[in-house]
């Protein structure tokens, strides 16, 4: 249930993204390991991540990253935890919140939403 709902608040937060400017993108695909792809925003490096793993969402990891791009410090992220549950952190970047995500699930990413 709880993956069902993750899945659907990252679409519905992807959909609100605007492509501007081509930037690199890792996720975590169908056997579990990272991969990158690039892409003008995070909705269209979800949407053309080859074999990108159901649970996963994507970090942003150079360039502008239009709709992505951190312009004040602290900002919230969602991720799930290995129990299934969403949960939020709050970093200055994507690395930062993958990083200081507790419990996560090895298999989720971060998903910026504030």
């Known amino acids: 249930m709880n993956k069902i709902i993750f899945s659907m608040v990252l679409a519905g937060l992807f959909l609100l ?3 501007t400017y081509a930037s690199s993108y890792q996720y975590v695909n169908t056997s579990g390991d990272l991969s990158v792809v690039t892409a003008d925003s995070s909705t269209e490096a979800i949407r053309t ?3 990108i793993h159901p649970n996963s969402g994507v970090m ?3 360039g502008v990253g ?3 791009a951190n312009v ?3 900002n919230s992220y969602l991720y799930m935890d290995a129990n299934g549950e969403l949960r939020t952190v709050s970093a200055s ?3 930062d919140a993958l990083s200081s995500s507790v419990n996560r699930h090895p298999n989720s990413g971060v998903m910026l939403v504030s």
């Open 17 to 19: 993204g605007v492509p």
């Open 49 to 51: 991540a080859p074999n």
């Open 60 to 62: 942003l990891l150079s």
């Open 66 to 68: 239009g709709d992505d």
């Open 72 to 74: 004040s410090g602290q």
């Open 93 to 95: 970047s994507s690395e």
